[in-house]
């Protein structure tokens, strides 16, 4: 069964720093991974999704890369807000399923 | 732009009732999945559904039955209530094979107490 880690649970950065949130996964057979935000008392957001054929996606701010042969996903944050606090979540794709890991819940403090 | 919303949004209950949370999606993905959210657990996926009238279990399905009669609706019941089904369950669609509509969206969820 695939087994989703993201280390560590929580993160607290000053206002404008640049961060990366980690993401490791056991079984390299996957069909995609995806990052998703989750605000309290919310449902999650999708904010990348990258392709097992890819190596990261960007948007915006976020950069999210896969390495998919070591089983390692990074989402990075570059010039962090206060609005981006929240549970930042990542999910791998197997072939009906998605296994998500328990998230690491940002704090940026103004 | 309704996207996809569950109801109810909260729900208290008591143990051995029958229960069925509600999932509507406006976009005519395909896939629809339901999840639970619990402490410790992360998201759990109880069941699916690939279209309409295909449905198949996800990895904690036992105490719960979905339908898929519509392509837009995914009902969840929980036909005899117990307490461990306390959670937060979220809905959630996708289009797979579809580029970008691979992403999953989410409901809002709903907040479920079992006394």
């Known amino acids: 069964k695939q087994e989703v880690t993201q280390i560590p649970a929580a993160l607290s950065v000053p206002e404008g720093e640049n961060l990366v949130l980690n993401c490791s996964f056991t079984?390299?057979?996957?069909?995609?991974l995806q990052w998703f935000r989750q605000d309290p008392g919310k449902g999650l957001t999708s904010l990348l999704l990258?392709?097992?054929?890819?190596r990261e996606q960007t948007s915006g701010r976020l950069n999210a890369s896969l390495d998919k042969s070591s089983g390692r996903s990074t989402l990075y944050i570059a010039a962090s807000q206060p609005g981006d606090s929240a549970t930042y979540l990542c999910?791998?794709?197997?072939?009906?399923?998605?296994?998500f890991g328990t998230g690491t819940r940002l704090t940026v403090i103004p | 732009d309704a996207g996809i919303t569950q109801s109810p949004r909260y729900k208290i209950t008591e143990t051995g009732r029958q229960v069925t949370l509600m999932c509507h999606q406006t976009?005519?993905?395909?896939?629809m999945f339901w999840y639970r959210q619990d402490l410790g657990h992360g998201l759990r996926l109880i069941y699916y559904?690939?279209?309409?009238?295909?449905?198949d279990k996800g990895e904690v399905p036992d105490g719960y039955v979905v339908s898929r009669s519509k392509t837009e609706n995914f009902p969840l019941t929980l036909e005899s209530a117990t307490r461990s089904q306390t959670s937060v369950y979220f809905c959630?669609?996708?289009?797979?094979?579809?580029?970008?509509?691979?992403?999953?969206?989410f409901g809002s969820g709903t907040q479920l107490s079992v006394l």
């Open positions: 999910a791998v794709n197997g072939a009906n399923n998605l296994f």
């Open positions: 079984d390299s057979a996957i069909y995609n």
């Open positions: 976009w005519s993905h395909s896939y």
């Open positions: 559904s690939a279209a309409a009238d295909i449905t």
């Open positions: 959630a669609s996708s289009d797979k094979g579809r580029g970008t509509n691979e992403k999953l969206f």
């Open positions: 990258i392709q097992s054929s890819q």
